[in-house]
């Protein structure tokens, strides 16, 4: 039997691509899109998809059934700094929408679970360099706490009812596929469009912030390769700790200049610098390598050609 899949949260940044990719390789039929409106048009159009509300348990259970899924990837979330504007609205939603899909992998209905977690279940009494796996976790936002407290549960659900729940902290994520929804590391995105359209970005973080980040091919490489990987393999059921690159806005700013010279950019920190502060410039990620041979592909400089020469051409396009 072929695995059938549903992609909750699938017009997201990161649920938009996993779907295209999870096509790829179990077909299109296999792979049930998700989410709570039709805004993605492409997503929708690119395959079979449902509305489902995440917060709703009859609304995913009415899908699961319907369509005889056996894995959820649970992509549907508040992000970091829309969390702080609206606080118990990213508690709803974050933590209502894990508990249903952990219940329907506890009661049958489904075999496994991906739910991503995050670098903001860190905080500033978390050490900086080198984030180890196991460490103190005292996040700042709302989001951090949503997704440290969901990873407790995740381990408590694999430990007391034997649920096959699989997570990664998911750094910074950069593409030039999607737009970025309401995070810290959003101007990591935004940065690259600015450039090609207007020749300059206000960033609203510090010019020396460091923080970890991972092109979205990597990403969801990583998403995958974890979800394939023998269950006897993996020692973590809370989150894995991921990473790839470290950068700041200058350190990206200098490699734009790279391929647009009269690139300029100015610093204007906003709320988000707070966030930004809080969170590791760093990621050991040995267990992940150890435990499933997780290597990314993308440094700073490979990531940045990706970027310009496909956002160049998306934007000559659109012009036509």
């Not at 059938?4 to 997201?12: D, E, N, Q, S």
């Not at 706490?145 to 699989?166: L, S």
């Not at 391929?259 to 050991?284: G, L």
Request: negative net charge; glycine residues 6%.
């Amino acid at each position: 039997m072929a695995q059938k899949i549903l992609i909750i949260g699938a017009c997201g940044q990161i649920g938009s691509e996993l779907t295209y990719k999870l096509r790829s390789i179990h077909g299109d039929d296999n792979v049930i899109a998700s989410d709570i409106n039709y805004n993605n048009l492409e997503v929708v159009n690119s395959g079979i998809f449902e509305i489902v509300d995440a917060q709703d348990y009859g609304s995913i259970l009415l899908c699961v059934e319907k369509h005889n899924i056996d894995t959820i990837y649970l992509m549907a979330a508040m992000l970091s700094a829309t969390g702080e504007k609206y606080p118990m609205k990213a508690w709803d939603l974050n933590m209502n929408s894990l508990f249903h899909v952990l219940n329907l992998a506890k009661a049958k209905f489904i075999s496994k679970v991906f739910w991503p977690s995050s670098i903001a279940v860190f905080g500033p009494t978390t050490p900086k360099e080198n984030t180890p796996q196991h460490t103190i976790m005292e996040p700042s936002t709302v989001y951090g706490i949503t997704k440290q407290v969901g990873e407790r549960w995740c381990e408590y659900y694999h430990d007391k009812y034997g649920v096959d729940v699989r997570s990664i902290r998911y750094p910074g994520i950069i593409s030039w596929k999607t737009m970025p929804g309401g995070g810290t590391t959003d101007y990591a995105v935004e940065i690259y469009h600015k450039a090609i359209t207007d020749g300059q970005y206000e960033s609203f973080l510090s010019e020396n912030t460091e923080l970890p980040m991972m092109f979205m091919d990597d990403a969801i490489d990583a998403t995958i390769q974890i979800m394939d990987a023998p269950a006897n393999q993996l020692s973590i059921r809370s989150s894995y700790n991921l990473a790839a690159i470290s950068f700041t806005p200058k350190d990206i700013a200098d490699e734009i200049q790279n391929h647009i010279k009269d690139f300029i950019i100015t610093y204007n920190p906003d709320f988000r610098q707070q966030i930004a502060d809080s969170w590791p410039k760093s990621i050991d990620d040995s267990v992940a390598q150890k435990d499933w041979n997780w290597s990314p592909k993308f440094d700073l400089k490979k990531m940045t050609e990706e970027m310009i020469t496909q956002l160049g051409k998306k934007y000559a396009e659109a012009k036509k």
